[in-house]
Each structure stands twice: as structure tokens, then as C-alpha cells.
């Protein structure tokens, strides 16, 4: 979905500095960052529609590959946008590769270099009572930021009244999930064809 917009220099140097902050942030993996990505590149910059935002981590989660991928296809359509869509040619293109770039070096090189540093540190000092109870503390940090993205990626579908066959195939898909050894996998692609029919 083409969302055009016009990107300084300052601006990729803000997108660089966001995600670099938040590859610091991201304590569980990258996408309980999500929100915040999402109020920034969404709610504050305008630089992606919401359609976007959630279909690239919906496109990212349900392909193979790490979970991070996400990150690329936002810098993917930002850089897209900002060069006019897929018929704005090489221009187009070749910012769009930018802000593949410029998202997944943001995102990837200070957490890789403080979880290097960090796991050293907390392998050699791994008897002391701080470092064992931070361990433990980080369990529940961790599930409140994905149920912050749960929410985020909910969006406009949190009226249950309005979306009640969307909300009961989900409570359906967890049910099953949870006490069947159906494949999470055959659950999704359940959901997708309810979707393509209309049923949702």
C-alpha cells in the first residue's frame, strides 16, 4: 500500500537513531518493540499507514526465517514510500534498499554488541545473587511487552461486539492449539482461508 512521503537526510538519521534505541529496548526479541515502532512510524511520522505496519509483521511472522525480518520490511516500504511507490523505478528501488539498511542496522547492531558484552559478563559473575534474580525478573517484563504488540497488532479490531466471528476463531484457534496436537501452522492457514471467503 503506497503512502507517499518526502525523506531527508535528518529524517533517515532519526529512523536510524529510533531503531537503534529500540534495539536496546527490546528485551524478549524484537517485536515486543512493536509498539513503539508502531507509535512512531505510524501515529507520530506518518512514514507507514497501519495497513502496512501489520501486514509486515503478519507477512514476517508467517514466513520462515528469523523474527527480525519484520524490521526489513518496514524500512522496505518506508524507503518504497518515500520514492514513489514500485513505479517510481530505480529511485524507488534503491531507497527502498536503504531503508532496509538503515532499519535492520539500527535494530541489529546495538543489541548484538550488548548482548555480547552482557553474556560475557553474566557468564563470568553467574553466582551472584544480582545477576540470578535479574534473569528471573525478566520473565515478566517480557510477557507484558507482547501483550502490549498483541494489542497494537489488534487494532481496529478490538470491538468484540462487531467482530465476534473473528474474536471466536481465535479463542477457538487457542482452544485447539492448546489441547489438541494440531500444528499451529494448519490453524493459521484455517484463519487466512475464513479470511479470503469473507467469513471475517
Known amino acids: 500500500m503506497i503512502h507517499a ?10 529512523l536510524f537513531t529510533h531503531f537503534a534505541l529500540l534495539s536496546l529496548l527490546s528485551v524478549g526479541g524484537t517485536i515486543t518493540a512493536a ?32 523474527n527480525v525480518l519484520f524490521v526489513a520490511l518496514m524500512g522496505w516500504h518506508i524507503g518504497l514510500n518515500a520514492g514513489g511507490g514500485l513505479s517510481g523505478g530505480i529511485l524507488a528501488w534503491s531507497l527502498g534498499m536503504l531503508g532496509i539498511l538503515i532499519t535492520m542496522t539500527g535494530i541489529m547492531l546495538p543489541s548484538s554488541v550488548l548482548t555480547y558484552v552482557a553474556t560475557k559478563w553474566a557468564h563470568d ?16 517484563l517480557v510477557i507484558g511487552l507482547l501483550v502490549s504488540t498483541g494489542w497494537v497488532l489488534l487494532g481496529a479490531h478490538n470491538n468484540i461486539t462487531q467482530d465476534w466471528r473473528l474474536w471466536l476463531l481465535a479463542g477457538g484457534a487457542v482452544i ?25
Open 125 to 140: 559473575n553467574r553466582n551472584f545473587l544480582s545477576v540470578r534474580s535479574f534473569k528471573s525478573g525478566m520473565a515478566p
Open 35 to 66: 509498539p513503539e515502532m508502531h507509535r512512531f512510524l505510524v501515529d507520530e511520522k506518518h512514514w507507514l499507514s497501519d495497513a502496512s505496519f501489520s501486514s509486515s509483521i503478519a507477512l514476517a511472522q508467517s514466513s520462515p526465517g528469523p
Open 5 to 14: 512521503i518526502t525523506l531527508t537526510p535528518y529524517d533517515w538519521l532519526d
Open 176 to 200: 485447539m492449539m492448546l489441547r489438541t496436537s494440531v500444528h499451529i501452522l494448519w490453524l493459521m492457514a484455517a484463519g487466512a482461508a475464513f479470511g479470503a471467503l469473507g467469513w471475517l
